[in-house]
């Protein structure tokens, strides 16, 4: 009887890690939206907000999100796939490019190939597909 509360337990928090995952997300969000808008330094509570806190705010954003996204997916599960360190390169990789791609349709960063302007339009399909790509490299990692 023990086993089934404490594993129920472990459900419960597993699920709310997974919950605050999504807010940290949002908070990390509109810490992008407010440097991009660019209307800082500005007070909140009594707190001046300056770009440096921004970044600091958006630092340990990423940092709270990896920790309870790797607890929530329980992503250090160990599998005898051979294939998962080319898969979590994969992911890596892919994030990044689609991390790319949405800061230069976040900050609206001109880009230009043999001076051929690339349209913005196009970066957008590309953060769709590279995060799909980085999210499926991941669960594949990790299926058993």
Not at 8 to 35: M, P, Q
Not at 65 to 81: E, K, Q, R, S
Request: glycine share 6%; aromatic share 16%; proline share 3%.
């Amino acid at each position: 009887m023990f086993f089934i509360s404490k594993h129920k337990h472990i459900s419960a928090l597993r699920e709310l890690s997974k919950f605050l995952t999504g807010l940290i997300a949002a908070d990390l969000l509109v810490g992008v939206w407010v440097l991009a808008s660019g209307g800082y330094p500005f007070d909140i509570l009594g707190f001046t907000v300056t770009v440096s806190s921004i970044y600091a705010w958006m630092a340990a954003d990423i940092v709270l999100l990896a920790f309870l996204a790797h607890y929530g997916w329980d992503v250090g599960i160990t599998t005898n796939n051979p294939r998962r360190p080319f898969l979590l390169a994969a992911g890596i990789l892919f994030l990044v490019v689609a991390l790319a791609h949405l800061s230069r349709l976040l900050f609206d960063i001109p880009f230009d190939v043999a001076g051929v302007a690339i349209p913005y339009w196009l970066n957008f399909i590309g953060a769709i597909v590279a995060a799909f790509l980085s999210w499926a490299s991941f669960a594949f990692a990790v299926h058993r």
